[in-house]
């Protein structure tokens, strides 16, 4: 793989989170914050994106498909000469992937598995026949996957999580635009995991993000801000509209 510290796609982070900050709940069942109509803006923010991002243990708990649902935003991006979906990308040190896991199996996307070295040969050998896995070194880094998406032709990459993937991101200060959506609810488990851990956040209470919009979408509140030095303003512009 690909090192170094050149540039990167524009990544924005998206999460819906109960009151309490919690994403999922400890049952066996996926949880899902949003109402129907943030999951369809969530759906355009998918459609504008070049890749999505979501640490294995998200594949593995929730078994997402991460495609763009709507088919008018599916024709929309093939017009553009743009696949239905964007390319699908997830971030391994176990390799403790299934290869019929529906990340890999629907929509007909690319897929990509950044493996940690120890893990490479054995994920290689049992996912190598339906998705491209690329050797993460000693852990798959943000700094360096982004480097790596940016060499593919990635400028725009969403970041769905879960709690370690935002973690990573957000205190690597390698996200540009966070979308927080805010459920109604309290989920209360001790064990649950949350939108994010502890950490080095760079966005501390002396040096906040920038609020850039608050938006009620039905029962809950949709909160977008800004990070860093504003790098990218046009990319970033899009979101605005
Ligand atoms: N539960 C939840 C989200 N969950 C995210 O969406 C993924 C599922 O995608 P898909 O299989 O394509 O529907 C899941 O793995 C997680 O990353 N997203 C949201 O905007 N709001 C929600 O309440």
Redesign the pocket.
Known sequence: MESGRGRRPYVVA???MSVDGL??DASDR?????NDA??DR?DQV?AECDAIL?GAE??R???????V?SARRRRLRREEGRPDSPLKVTLTRSGDLDPAA?FFTEGGAETLVYAASAAYTRTRDRLGSVTTVVDAGSSPEPDEVLADLWARGVRRLLV???ERVHTAFLTADLVDELHL?I?PCFVGHADAPRFVGPGPFPHHPGRPMTLVEVRPIGDVALLRYRLGSGRDAAAGDQADR
Do not use: F, K, W
């Open positions: 998206s999460c819906a994403i999922d996926r949880l899902v914050l949003s943030d999951l969530v998918r979501v998200t594949v708990r929730d078994n997402p498909r991460l495609l649902r529906r769905e999580g879960g959506v459920a």
